[in-house]
């Protein structure tokens, strides 16, 4: 049943322009992460580039499955077609500033579960780095 202005009252676009803006998102950064390649290449070796491997924290905001889709949509028909991208996920963990106690939070609940301190700092969890570009020798083979 439509409602005001004729618009339907269910919430599919929203939903959809949802799900596209994450995927514009991860594409943003898989195009980061191709230039960074690209960067620390000598000229001429983006074609022997086996694999890139990423760290990607639990709270850097990244879906995984949507930036390997992304990354292997822009490496079509480069000379980077064919290599594969590694995600290695890092766990969120936290610090306790009051006990010095390491944890890792559940439910972002950000709270020592030692001694209830919520004087803590994030220490692991929010990377995006790239930390290896696998190109293959002169043979093809992976060094």
């Known amino acids: 049943m439509p409602g005001r202005a004729g ?12 799900r596209l803006r994450r995927e514009m998102h991860e594409l943003s950064v898989a195009q980061n ?17 086996q694999s890139v491997r990423v760290k990607v924290g639990e709270m850097a905001g990244i879906v995984p499955e949507s930036l390997e889709f992304c990354f292997g949509a822009l490496v079509e028909g480069t000379p980077l077609q064919g290599s594969a991208l590694f995600i290695e996920r890092v766990p969120l963990r936290c610090l306790c500033r009051s006990c010095k106690e390491p944890f890792e939070p559940r439910a972002l609940a950000f709270i020592c579960p030692q001694c209830g301190s919520a004087d803590t ?22 060094s």
Request: aromatic letters at 6%; glycine letters at 6%.
């Open 33 to 49: 992460i191709l230039e960074i390649a690209a960067q620390h290449l000598p000229s001429g070796f983006a074609e022997r580039v």
């Open 7 to 18: 618009f339907s009252r269910h919430r599919t676009a929203p939903l959809a322009f949802a």
């Open 121 to 142: 700092e994030i220490v692991s969890g929010r990377e995006l780095n790239v930390t290896e570009i696998e190109l293959a020798d002169e043979d093809g083979d992976a």
